[in-house]
C-alpha cells in the first residue's frame, strides 16, 4: 500500500479570518499553530493586553469565572481585548 503526500495547506486555505490574525498584521513570521490566551482580571490593563498581542497571540479567550458581580470590568476587558 503506498501512502499519498499529505496536502500542504497554506494559512489562505485554513480560514478565511486566518489572514486577519493580529500575529499577521504585526507582521510576523507565519506559522502553522495558533495562539490562544485566557482574558481576566490579570491582564485587566490594556498595555497587558497588547503585550500578548506583540508576544503573537492569535485570539483571546474571556475568563468569566471569576467576573461574577462586576459588569463593569467585564466589559472593560472585553473592550481592551477588542483594541
Given at each position: 500500500?503506498?501512502?499519498?503526500?499529505?496536502?500542504?495547506?497554506?494559512?489562505?486555505?485554513?480560514?478565511?479570518h486566518s489572514d486577519r490574525s493580529p500575529s499577521?498584521?504585526?507582521?510576523?513570521?507565519?506559522?502553522?499553530?495558533?495562539?490562544?490566551?485566557?482574558?481576566?482580571?490579570?491582564?485587566?490593563?490594556?498595555?497587558?493586553?497588547?503585550?500578548?498581542?506583540?508576544?503573537?497571540?492569535?485570539?483571546?479567550?474571556?475568563?468569566?469565572?471569576?467576573?461574577?458581580g462586576r459588569r463593569l470590568m467585564h466589559g472593560?476587558?472585553?473592550?481592551?481585548?477588542?483594541r
Amino acid at each position: 500500500m503506498t501512502r499519498t503526500p499529505a496536502a500542504v495547506t497554506t494559512p489562505a486555505e485554513v480560514g478565511r479570518h486566518s489572514d486577519r490574525s493580529p500575529s499577521r498584521l504585526l507582521g510576523t513570521v507565519s506559522r502553522r499553530a495558533r495562539i490562544v490566551s485566557t482574558v481576566g482580571p490579570a491582564t485587566h490593563p490594556y498595555e497587558c493586553n497588547w503585550s500578548l498581542v506583540e508576544a503573537g497571540m492569535d485570539m483571546a479567550r474571556l475568563d468569566c469565572a471569576r467576573l461574577r458581580g462586576r459588569r463593569l470590568m467585564h466589559g472593560a476587558t472585553g473592550e481592551g481585548s477588542r483594541r
